[in-house]
């Protein structure tokens, strides 16, 4: 079940992930064309599913359902991937966090969607490269329950982050500040996926019931 993929330009190559494996994807390269499991990179166990990947320059994380672990991975200059570190849930989150649901990346930080044990509201967490709290998110609204842990984060590369609540189908952007901008728009419902234009100006909104496809220009 594919679950998450996302471009590495080191490589130029796609990254895909699957609930318990790692795939690499050369679009260029000549028929036939199939991705290629990277056999290094491994759950830790079969009973984790993986659920969001992001790169960071030669670095990948991979984040698991509800971040029991997030996995930080390199690949060298000869291709060799290794487990650089594995953090626990306690390095990334609070004490009554729910858990983690997309890790993703830009050119300084990284940052954590994150689901709050107490009333189920999102916030995104700005993080170091290793895994330090830069900055505690302000809080957006709340996911149906803490079973369907549904959302979707994409980096402007500006430091700013776009995040869509699946449960309420409402956008956020969140600004260098960490303050969250709710996107004026009641009538979207039913994201599926969501892409933004290479200058992040505008974003792309795939619906189902209708099916749709329609274009926002950001503020």
Same mark, same amino acid.
């Given at each position: 079940i594919? =679950?998450?993929? #996302?471009?590495?330009?080191?490589?130029?190559?796609? *990254?895909?992930?699957?609930?318990?494996? *790692?795939?690499?994807?050369?679009?260029?390269?000549?028929?036939?064309?199939?991705? =290629?499991?990277?056999?290094?990179?491994?759950?830790?166990?079969?009973?984790? =599913?993986?659920?969001?990947?992001?790169?960071?320059?030669?670095? !990948?994380?991979? @984040?698991?359902?509800?971040?029991?672990?997030? +996995?930080?991975?390199?690949v060298?200059?000869?291709?060799?991937?290794?487990?650089?570190? %594995?953090?626990?849930?306690?390095?990334?989150?609070?004490?009554?966090?729910?858990?983690?649901? $997309?890790? %993703? #990346? $830009?050119?300084?930080?990284?940052?954590?969607?994150?689901?709050?044990?107490?009333d189920?509201?999102? %916030?995104? +967490?700005?993080?170091?490269?290793?895994m330090?709290? =830069?900055?505690?998110?302000?809080?957006?609204?709340?996911?149906? @329950?803490?079973?369907?842990?549904?959302?979707?984060?994409?980096?402007?590369? $500006?430091?700013?982050?776009?995040?869509? @609540?699946?449960?309420?189908?409402?956008?956020?952007?969140?600004?260098?500040?960490?303050?969250?901008?709710?996107?004026?728009?009641?009538?979207? %419902?039913?994201?599926?996926?969501? #892409?933004?234009?290479? @200058?992040?100006?505008?974003?792309? !909104?795939?619906?189902?019931?209708?099916?749709?496809v329609?274009?926002?220009?950001?503020?």
């Open positions: 594919l =679950v998450d993929m #996302c471009w590495m330009s080191s490589l130029s190559m796609f *990254v895909i992930l699957t609930i318990h494996s *790692v795939y690499l994807y050369d679009p260029i390269k000549s028929h036939p064309n199939l991705p =290629v499991k990277i056999d290094a990179i491994q759950p830790l166990d079969r009973s984790h =599913v993986l659920a969001s990947i992001s790169p960071f320059e030669r670095d !990948i994380f991979i @984040n698991y359902h509800k971040g029991v672990h997030l +996995d930080q991975y390199r060298s200059s000869t291709s060799q991937w290794t487990l650089e570190k %594995r953090y626990a849930k306690s390095d990334c989150c609070e004490t009554k966090d729910i858990g983690m649901r $997309d890790v %993703r #990346c $830009d050119s300084q930080y990284i940052c954590l969607s994150i689901m709050q044990q107490d189920l509201k999102w %916030r995104l +967490d700005i993080m170091s490269r290793d330090k709290r =830069v900055r505690r998110g302000t809080t957006m609204d709340s996911g149906e @329950n803490q079973h369907k842990f549904f959302s979707m984060l994409i980096p402007l590369h $500006d430091q700013r982050w776009l995040f869509v @609540n699946w449960h309420t189908n409402k956008l956020w952007i969140v600004d260098q500040q960490g303050k969250p901008k709710l996107i004026k728009e009641t009538k979207i %419902r039913n994201i599926r996926n969501v #892409c933004i234009a290479p @200058n992040s100006s505008y974003v792309a !909104i795939r619906t189902e019931k209708p099916s749709a329609k274009l926002y220009k950001l503020d």
